[in-house]
């Protein structure tokens, strides 16, 4: 999200390629409403054609989860409504959902649209700076970076950090998933011995691209693991041990 003329493409198109160049076989699909809008209205501004291009894109979002896409949502997103409905589409697609804010200040917004012939109507720019919704009503509404691309003297590094924090995030969310337990068997020490070795054991074997494109087997694969291994008096060498030979039969992996 951010203003019009703020340098959103520019990122959203550098940040597509440092995801597909850091996770083998994925899909980046860029939604742009400036497209959608060019097809619908030749380019124009038009007021009463927005619900349409709203509607499209939201269509095209859905469609590209659906097919298994990465979706960079390449929009001004400057109301938490918007950003809500995204996170929405997300979670009923059981998708991570991530705001990045292009925190470029108006008044460079406002020189680099000078600069590329005023594709935008600057009382456009200033609409937008005066109805944004700022990230402090909402707890899920926080960006987990916030970009100034004027100060920015090496984006490509700064989006590889991004992609990482990203990275690390759904590491996180895949493993917060439950194995069942209850409060009895959560207290009794060697099985939070086992939960923990296992759950550090899952982390590193997601950190490897291959292996995140079955994170839903590698997931339940632990889960079972921990159930067979209840309330047994296992070392934490034992359990290393067990971990890799259950996993080497099962997906052929050996994590580092």
């Known amino acids: 999200m951010g203003f019009p003329a703020s340098g959103k493409s520019t990122f959203a198109r550098k940040f597509k390629e440092k995801i597909e160049q850091k996770f083998e076989d994925v899909r980046v699909k860029i939604i742009d409403p400036d497209l959608i809008r060019e097809s619908i209205t030749r380019g124009e501004f038009n007021h009463k054609k927005e619900k349409l291009v709203r509607k499209k894109k939201i269509k095209l979002i859905k469609k590209a989860l659906r097919n298994g896409d990465i979706v960079i949502s390449d929009d001004l997103n400057y109301y938490s409504s918007m950003r809500h409905e995204l996170m929405e589409i997300a979670e009923n697609t059981k998708r991570g959902f991530f705001i990045i804010h292009i925190a470029t200040p108006i008044e460079v917004c406002l020189k680099w649209n000078e600069e590329r012939g005023k594709k935008i109507p600057n009382e456009v720019i200033h609409n937008v700076s005066n109805k944004f919704d700022d990230f402090n009503r909402y707890g899920w509404d926080k960006p987990i970076d916030i970009v100034d691309l004027s100060k920015i003297s090496n ?73 067979e291994n209840l309330n047994k008096s296992l070392s934490k ?11 080497e039969n099962r997906l052929n992996v050996s994590p580092s």
């Open 237 to 247: 060498s034992e359990i290393s041990r067990a971990l890799n030979a259950y996993f």
């Open 155 to 227: 984006l490509s590094l700064k989006i590889e950090e991004i992609v990482d924090d990203i990275s690390n995030e759904m590491n996180k969310e895949f493993l917060s998933i439950g194995t069942g337990l209850d409060s009895k068997q959560h207290s009794n020490p060697n099985n939070e011995r086992l939960e923990r070795i296992s759950r550090k054991y899952v982390g590193n074997l997601l950190k490897i691209p291959e292996y995140r494109q079955i994170k839903d087997k590698i997931l339940e694969l632990r889960k079972q693991f921990v159930m």
